[in-house]
């Protein structure tokens, strides 16, 4: 992977986790952890979103389209997880 694939990849993934921030309210983990909860998210989506016969396409914004769908899945999760631990 060169250094321009890498610096996509994190700009994706940072732009990524902050739209799911944004979507799922109160979960935003700044800069590097937004980066992260999006490269993760791209991971979920990617294994999930072909098995159940979504192919979004090609291209940056669908690479940010499906690395968001799996970053909000991701935080939806997250957020599922802490409710129930307080309650």
Same mark, same amino acid.
């Given at each position: 992977?060169?250094?321009?694939?890498? #610096?996509?990849? #994190?700009?994706?993934?940072?732009?990524?986790?902050?739209?799911?921030?944004?979507?799922?309210? /109160?979960?935003?983990?700044?800069?590097? &952890? *937004?980066?992260?909860? &999006?490269?993760?998210?791209?991971?979920?989506?990617?294994?999930?979103?072909?098995?159940?016969?979504? *192919?979004?396409?090609? &291209?940056?914004?669908?690479?940010?389209?499906?690395?968001?769908?799996?970053?909000?899945?991701?935080?939806?999760?997250?957020?599922?997880?802490?409710? *129930? /631990? *307080?309650?």
């Amino acid at each position: 992977m060169g250094i321009e694939s890498l #610096l996509i990849f #994190l700009v994706i993934g940072a732009v990524a986790g902050w739209l799911a921030g944004l979507i799922v309210k /109160g979960y935003g983990f700044g800069l590097i &952890g *937004n980066m992260v909860v &999006g490269i993760i998210g791209a991971f979920i989506a990617g294994l999930i979103l072909p098995r159940i016969g979504i *192919n979004i396409g090609g &291209g940056i914004i669908a690479a940010i389209i499906h690395a968001t769908i799996g970053a909000v899945l991701l935080l939806f999760l997250i957020k599922l997880i802490k409710s *129930n /631990g *307080n309650g």
